[in-house]
């Protein structure tokens, strides 16, 4: 019995503590709040949804009034808008990037050049310092050992060869063939195919045409030199016969092609300044025998 009148003590304790919660005060402030769920206010209640319900569907809505295949339909249409959009953006990056790919490349390539040529102007200059050094070296001990002939210094003195260096003398030495002929020993004879020309270094040689002396070779004087400029077609046109004992130099023209323009040069010079002096003596002749001949008439 205890513990029943327990049970219903506390069952209209919860009650007495319900009403409490739920009963609200009347003041005006309160207005709000002030919520009748009783039966007959139900129908209240519902006329007050409808017409906030009804305030909600005046104003537009986008979702509410479009059709969902439109709605899908302009979704798909603005997605393929930007991937559109997206492309161009991606195609003009590939562009921009290909331009400066382009142009990095042509600067590379450029320095690439650029260091090639320096590396091949580098290897030429090589190329020529040592070529040029080895060429230097060459003539000075060709030029040493052409002074430790004796025809070296006969060469020197003689006229025909004093605008040579010693290194192109020596050249001379390398190139030319030494040779000697006894008194009336014949050296060219007339009708002979042209080979090489020659230079007298000692004695004295007459220069003969049909059985008649026209001229004198002497020291320093070339012969020979017209027919060697002709070359193949060349043929000798007078006799040439020492004499005196006399010593000079052939000059064959497979030796020559191997010596240098310098020497070649000197040579064609020294052979037009010899033939200058020929004419001026042939003149002097020409002078002397009219002067003769108008005395005795």
């Known amino acids: 019995m205890g513990n029943q009148t327990d049970l219903n003590t506390t069952d209209e304790s919860r009650s007495r503590n319900a009403e409490d919660v739920i009963s609200l005060p009347d003041d005006g402030a309160n207005d709000v709040c002030d919520l009748d769920f009783t039966p007959d206010n139900t129908d209240s209640i519902d006329e007050s949804m409808d017409s906030l319900m009804g305030d ?14 439109q709605a899908v339909e302009r979704a798909r249409i603005k997605a ?18 290909e331009r400066r790919s382009h142009e990095l490349a042509s600067e590379k390539i450029k320095q690439m050049e650029q260091e090639m040529n320096l590396t091949i102007s580098m290897m030429v200059e090589h190329a020529l310092t040592q070529n040029e050094q080895e060429r230097l070296s060459k003539q000075k001990e060709m030029v ?8 070296y210094e006969a060469l ?12 192109e003398l020596a050249e001379v030495l390398h190139v030319g063939i030494w040779h000697e002929k006894q008194k009336d020993e014949i050296i060219l004879r007339e009708g002979d195919h042209a080979g090489p020309f020659f230079v007298m270094l000692n004695g004295v040689a007459n220069v003969i045409k049909r059985n008649r002396l026209i001229g004198q070779i002497r020291s320093g004087e070339s012969f020979g030199e017209f ?32 010596a240098s323009l310098e020497v070649r040069y000197k040579l064609a010079a020294a052979f037009a300044e010899c033939q200058t002096r020929r004419l001026l003596r042939a003149d002097e002749l020409i002078v002397q025998l009219l002067a003769d001949k108008y005395k005795r008439e």
Do not use: C, W
Request: glycine share 4%; hydrophobic share 40%; proline share 4%.
């Open 56 to 69: 909600v569907d005046e104003r537009p809505s986008l979702l509410r009034d479009e059709p969902v295949e």
């Open 80 to 97: 393929e808008q930007e991937v559109i959009h997206a492309h161009a953006v991606i195609s003009d990056l590939k562009l921009e990037m």
């Open 144 to 151: 040493e050992s052409a002074r430790l002939s004796p025809m």
């Open 156 to 167: 020197r003195e003689l006229a025909f060869f004093k605008g040579f260096l010693d290194e």
């Open 227 to 258: 027919a060697y400029i002709m070359g193949e077609q060349g043929i000798r046109h007078n006799d040439v016969v020492a004499k005196t004992q006399v010593e000079f130099m052939e000059f064959a023209t497979e030796r020559l092609d191997n």
